[in-house]
C-alpha cells in the first residue's frame, strides 16, 4: 500500500534526480513533501515542531527579510525570494521529522541517493574522458588545462556542487557507521 509516508520517501529520493532536472522541478517535491508534512501534523494535531530551535531560528530570519523586503527598493524583485524561502524551514522540520519517527528511513533514503550519485559520477567520468556524457553533453574546454563538466546538468558546468553536497550527506552518513565494511565503502567511494 502507498501510503503517505511511501510517498514522502519517494518525493524526498527524488530531489537529486529533480535537480538534474531543474531547480523547479526540485522546489515542486521540495513543497509537495512540505504539504504532506503540513497534512500530516494537522491530521496527527502534533505541531511540537513548531517550539523546535532551528525552526525559530528560520523564522526570525525570515521576519528579517520580510523587514528589508518591505525596505527594499525594488519589492517586486525581492517579494517571491522573501516569501518563498519559508519553504526551506518547513522543509527542514518536515524531513528533521519524518526520520525521527523511523530512523531506517533514512536508511532507505541515502542507498537511494547513493545509487543516485554513483550513476551521476560514472556519467561525470565518461563526460571527462570521451569529451560527452551519456545523453551527448560535451564538456567545456576553458584554455589549455581547465575543462567543466556539466554531466546530466546540460549547459550548467556546475556538477561539482551538486555532488559535493549529495555525496557530503552520503559520506557522513556511512563514516558514522561501527561497520567497518561501510567505513571502507566510504573510503573507496
Do not use: H
Not at 557530503?168 to 557507521?177: E, G, H, Q
Request: net charge positive.
Amino acid at each position: 500500500m502507498f501510503n503517505l509516508i511511501n510517498l514522502k520517501l519517494f518525493l524526498i529520493s527524488l530531489i537529486p534526480i529533480g535537480l538534474l532536472i531543474s531547480s523547479g522541478v526540485a522546489d515542486s517535491l521540495l513543497i509537495f513533501s512540505v504539504i504532506i508534512f503540513i497534512y500530516q501534523s494537522i491530521i496527527n494535531k502534533n505541531f511540537i515542531w513548531i517550539k523546535d530551535k532551528c525552526f525559530i531560528l528560520f523564522c526570525v530570519f525570515n521576519v528579517y527579510l520580510l523587514i528589508n523586503f518591505f525596505l527594499s527598493q525594488s519589492q517586486d524583485l525581492s517579494f517571491s525570494r522573501t516569501f518563498g524561502f519559508i519553504r526551506f524551514p518547513l522543509f527542514l522540520m518536515s524531513v528533521k521529522y519524518f526520520y525521527l519517527k523511523d530512523f531506517s528511513l533514512f536508511d532507505k533514503q541515502i542507498k537511494i541517493w547513493n545509487i543516485i550519485i554513483i550513476i551521476v559520477l560514472i556519467d561525470t567520468f565518461i563526460q571527462y574522458f570521451y569529451g560527452k556524457n551519456i545523453l551527448g553533453y560535451p564538456f567545456l574546454r576553458m584554455g589549455d588545462d581547465v575543462i567543466r563538466l556539466s554531466s546530466f546538468l546540460g549547459k550548467e558546468y556546475k556538477i561539482g556542487g551538486y555532488l559535493l553536497i549529495f555525496c557530503s550527506i552520503i559520506l557522513a552518513y556511512f563514516f558514522s557507521s561501527n561497520n567497518i565494511y561501510t567505513r571502507i565503502y566510504a573510503l573507496i567511494f
